[in-house]
């Protein structure tokens, strides 16, 4: 009684990490109609992450045409070699934007969009519905959206470093703020492969909170349609601060 009266937040928050928990043991359920599942999965495929492709290669392009020029007008120096700014262009579109940052954003758009889809359908009662008729519906609803975000977002990242690559040679053949060749050079220097491997391993784990977290905000919405914006502001909320401090515990891991 003491612990509940002087720390209901944190009471509150374990009631919540319970439910998600409870939650996902009902969504990786085993599938009862493998045709079903593929058809759902193709189609989360499609709108959550074929969609996202425009967005995530728009922005990148920019992000690595700023930082290119952002480096090379704070650390020009005569004493710095030319091919610095490629160098450690390279070093952040890899270790961090293109995995973390884009996948700030993706949880963002992404994100909202789940939690609003589902919680639309639970206030509407067709979660209820397919209750009623004997459907597993966490597993039905939430299983092929984390599937294909594990899938496609790795893809993401993928594009995301080759955009902003383009990005960074962009502002050398058109903008003239330094030669392509020295750009270039510095890309290459002393590249590892597993800075690669990195971000695409913690993106798996960003895809997976952006999925599962974005669907429990929805799928656990009471209320109406207010509830269902709150629900979707919490969900990325919820998920930012999630990947930052995966982030954090995975650069530490992958990066030691």
């Known amino acids: 009684m003491y612990i509940c009266t002087k720390f209901p937040i944190m009471i509150k928050a374990l009631k919540t990490v319970g439910r998600y928990i409870l939650l996902m043991k009902r969504a990786f ?3 009862e109609r493998i045709g079903m599942y593929m058809r759902q999965f193709i189609k989360e495929v499609d709108q959550l992450g074929v969609n996202s492709i425009g967005i995530v290669l728009l922005i990148s392009f920019f992000i690595g045409a700023v930082i290119t020029i952002q480096i090379k007008l704070n650390i020009e120096s005569p004493w710095m070699p030319r091919w610095t700014v490629g160098y450690v262009t390279r070093e952040i579109l890899l270790l961090e934007f293109s995995s973390s940052i884009m996948c ?3 949880a963002g758009k992404v994100g909202s969009n789940i939690a609003s889809e589902l919680g639309t359908m639970r206030i509407t009662q067709q979660i209820d519905a397919m209750e009623i008729m004997g459907v597993n519906s ?5 299983l092929p959206k984390v599937v294909a975000l594990v899938t496609i977002i790795p893809i993401l990242v993928i594009f995301s470093i080759f955009a902003g690559i383009i990005g960074a040679f962009a502002t050398c053949w058109f903008g003239g703020i330094m ?3 020295d750009l270039e050079y510095g890309l290459q220097y002393m590249f590892a492969e597993w800075f690669v491997w990195c971000g695409i391993i913690k993106s798996l784990f960003f895809a ?3 999925a599962s977290v974005s669907s429990f905000f929805g799928y656990t919405v009471e209320g109406g349609s207010i509830e269902v914006g709150k629900a979707s502001t919490n969900s990325v909320v919820t998920c930012s601060v999630l990947i930052l401090f995966a982030d954090l515990i995975l650069t530490r891991l992958l990066t030691s």
């Open 104 to 106: 700030l954003i993706l």
């Open 138 to 142: 966490a597993s039905f609803l939430i």
């Open 29 to 31: 359920g085993r599938p």
């Open 208 to 210: 997976f909170i952006i």
């Open 179 to 181: 030669m392509a060749a």
